[in-house]
Each structure stands twice: as structure tokens, then as C-alpha cells.
């Protein structure tokens, strides 16, 4: 029976010692067999484990494991169970803050690609109160994912939620109910076109730039304007998937208008730039090439998607979400501009991808770096960031 082999797990953790789960093929074992059981043994885990120290966060893994077996296995009542575990039972304790939520983005994201829209309509009959509950979240996050596979659209129970959900002012609300064209390549993988390392696949993907002194005269007139709080958010799909180094995102203005042929590498370099400096020390030339918006939108997707090389994804509802917020803070248009309206901003802009041979790219994992020159030609963005498993 389930409990024979679940309950062992809750037996420890009630008295402090490991947390141990079944193993993967007999949790699906157990989805498949004996759901309610696996169900009835993950609340009383949840029951009895403890709020703090490691044994919380082991039990929390464990609930994670069970949650995500139910919500593999493709039934109503698996859909349901899964469902009700992250956005009902989680938290167990505050050993590590962000899990729940990311188990709740993990098990929505599974939900929508194993099970069936019908049996996930259920889950939306009782309209929320508040956008920030637990299972309001997971329900959130569930229509966040079905947007981005074209689905939920037309089925009035879900419309409803959704809609209430736009006048709870919850965040997954902005977006829209499917994927728009410029998130075409969003979690879409191509056989040899993994991350951009060297210079090499620079090139070989995106038109080269060719460097001009006056380009590197005009970068020598660029001021800075700092802005915490735009360069935060600029920043948070590398910082919320723990990426290795924090990006640097800074941002200039021009006195006179920059010739766009001189945005370019000899312009970049010039700039004052963390991730720049040194450049020219180390053997290999720094790279600049054009790209366009929906090159720099999947970027900033994949990372908060993928997750750093020592970090966790964040599902396809919240990634797409830190994707658009970063696109925001690079146009520097308002939160509350409407996306469509930012898509068109976007082509306005003139994009540059670039990548250099310094002590702050690794070459390693995934490097990403690019600058934007906004309509007037006066304003300059950029964003690098690098992620590696080397220690240091």
C-alpha cells in the first residue's frame, strides 16, 4: 500500500531524523495506482514536519517529489491532488523562502504538459478573493503556462478566472492570453544553437558591426545616468534563476545624436564598462553584431527559464513575466505601457549583441551582452551578464 511505503518518510521527519521519499519509479507507481493514498501520505508530512532548520527543507523536497509524480500522472483527480498540495499545504517552513513558490511555478508548469485541459478546468470553479494566495498562485501560474501553448482560450470558466485575476491587479495578469510573434522562440530549442560562448558563434549567428573611430569619439561624450531601480529590474531574469556573477546593466546619454553606423564595438568598448575592463590585455578581439528584439526577449526568457548553471528555473509563466519587465527597463517605457505598443517601441530601437575577452566573461556557461540605442539616438542601455559552474 502507499502508506507502507510513504509513511516511513513521515515517521522520520516527525522525529527529526532524514527525510527520505520513495524513489521515482514507485512514486509513479503510486500516482498511477493509488493516488488518494499518495495524497493523504503528503498531507500528513506536511502535518507533521517542522517549520524550521534543515529538517523543513527536506521535507518540503520530498512534498515537492510527490506534487510533481501527481501531476505527471494524467487523471482529474491526479490534477487535483498535485494542485491542492502546492497551493493548500506549502509552506512547510521558512528553511529556504523561495521553494514554495518554485515548486508551485514547477508543478504548474508540469500540470499543463501532462494533463488534459478538462481535467484541469475544474481547478478554476471558485473565482479568488485576494491575487496573492497560495492557490490562486498556482492557478495563476497554470494559465500563465497554457498562454504560452496557445491554450485555455474560449473556455468560459477559465476567461473568468482570468479575468478576475486582471482586476486583483495579480502580475501574470499583464500578459497576455497567448504567445505573441515576437515570443516565437520562447523555449523552443534548435539542434546547434545552444548558448553563444565564443566569438566564433557570434558571428556565425548575427551580422558583424565594423568598428569606426567615430564611434569610439562619441562614446568618450557619454554620461551616465544611474537608476537603481530600472537596473534592477533590467537585471532580475539572471538574478532570480541565480545566475554566477550579478549582471551589470548601466545607462548613458548622449549630448548630440549618435550616427547609427557608429553604434558599434568601438563605441561600446569605450564605454565605462565593468564587464570591459581590461579589454584589450587578453588575447581575442572584443565582437559586436546586430541583432533584434525578439534575439534579446528570448534571451532574457531562457535565462529566467533555464536557470543559472547552479540555479533553478522559474517556469514558463513567471519567465516570460521577468522577460517583458527586463524589456521595459532596457526601452525605459513605463510599466503600464501595453505590450503591443512596446513591440513596436522595440523595432524602433537599435539592438547590439557583443561579447569581449575579459576577467568578467567566463566563456564558459552562457555569456549575454548587449547594448540599445533608443529612437533618439541620444540614450544607450546595456546588459551583460555570465554564468559559470567554475568555482571563484
Known amino acids: 500500500m502507499a ?3 510513504v509513511e516511513p518518510a513521515v515517521r522520520k521527519h516527525a522525529t527529526h531524523g532524514p527525510v527520505d521519499a520513495p524513489g521515482p519509479a514507485e512514486l509513479k507507481q503510486l500516482a498511477e495506482s493509488r493516488p488518494a493514498e499518495l495524497y493523504e501520505a503528503v498531507e500528513q508530512l506536511c502535518r507533521r514536519a517542522s517549520s524550521e532548520g534543515p529538517d523543513g527543507a527536506s521535507a518540503l ?13 494524467r487523471s482529474r483527480d491526479c490534477a487535483r491532488f498535485a494542485a491542492d498540495i502546492v497551493g493548500r499545504l506549502l509552506p512547510l517552513g521558512s528553511a529556504q523562502r523561495d521553494e514554495p513558490g518554485r515548486l508551485r511555478r514547477m508543478v504548474a508548469a508540469v500540470l499543463v504538459t501532462a494533463q488534459q485541459l478538462r ?9 479568488p478573493d485576494a491575487a496573492h494566495d497560495p492557490a490562486v498562485e498556482v492557478r495563476a501560474c497554470l494559465l500563465g503556462e497554457l498562454a504560452l501553448i496557445g491554450g485555455g482560450r474560449g473556455r468560459p470558466v477559465l476567461d473568468a478566472y482570468a479575468e478576475r485575476l486582471r482586476e486583483l491587479g495579480h502580475p501574470l495578469a499583464r500578459m497576455p492570453r497567448t504567445r505573441l510573434d515576437i515570443e516565437h522562440r520562447f523555449a523552443v530549442r534548435v539542434r546547434g544553437l545552444g548558448p553563444v560562448k565564443t566569438t566564433a558563434q557570434l558571428r556565425s549567428r548575427f551580422p558583424e558591426i565594423p568598428p569606426t573611430d567615430s564611434g569610439a569619439a562619441a562614446a ?4 551616465e545616468t544611474p537608476d537603481a531601480g530600472r537596473a534592477r529590474v533590467a537585471a532580475e531574469p539572471f538574478t532570480v534563476s541565480d545566475w554566477a556573477r550579478e549582471p551589470e546593466v548601466r545607462f548613458f546619454t548622449l549630448p548630440s545624436p549618435l550616427d547609427p553606423d557608429d553604434f558599434n564595438v568601438s563605441f561600446v568598448k569605450r564605454l565605462p564598462l565593468d564587464c570591459l575592463a581590461g579589454e584589450g590585455t587578453r588575447r581575442g578581439e572584443a565582437v559586436a553584431c546586430r541583432t533584434m528584439p525578439d534575439d534579446v526577449l528570448n534571451e532574457l526568457f ?10 533553478r528555473g522559474q ?6 513575466l521577468y522577460a517583458w519587465n527586463s524589456m521595459y527597463a532596457l526601452l525605459g517605457v513605463p510599466a503600464g505601457t ?6 513596436g517601441r522595440a523595432a524602433d530601437h537599435r539592438w547590439v549583441r557583443f561579447m569581449a575577452f575579459t576577467d568578467w566573461f567566463h566563456h564558459d556557461t552562457s555569456d549575454v551582452a548587449f547594448a540599445v ?3 533618439t539616438r541620444t540614450r544607450v542601455a546595456v546588459l551583460a551578464a555570465t554564468d559559470t559552474d567554475a568555482g571563484g
Not at 531562457?302 to 540555479?311: F, K, L, R, T, W
Not at 501595453?338 to 513591440?343: E, F, G, I, M, Y
Open 119 to 127: 481535467d484541469l478546468e475544474p481547478l478554476f470553479g471558485e473565482l
Open 220 to 223: 568618450h561624450t557619454a554620461g
Open 3 to 5: 502508506r507502507a511505503v
Open 373 to 375: 540605442l533608443d529612437p
Open 338 to 343: 501595453p505590450l503591443l505598443d512596446a513591440v
Open 315 to 320: 517556469g514558463g509563466a513567471y519567465s516570460r
Open 302 to 311: 531562457s535565462a529566467a527559464y533555464n536557470g543559472g548553471v547552479n540555479g
Open 61 to 73: 523536497r520530498t512534498v515537492g517529489w510527490m506534487a510533481e509524480a501527481l501531476a505527471n500522472t
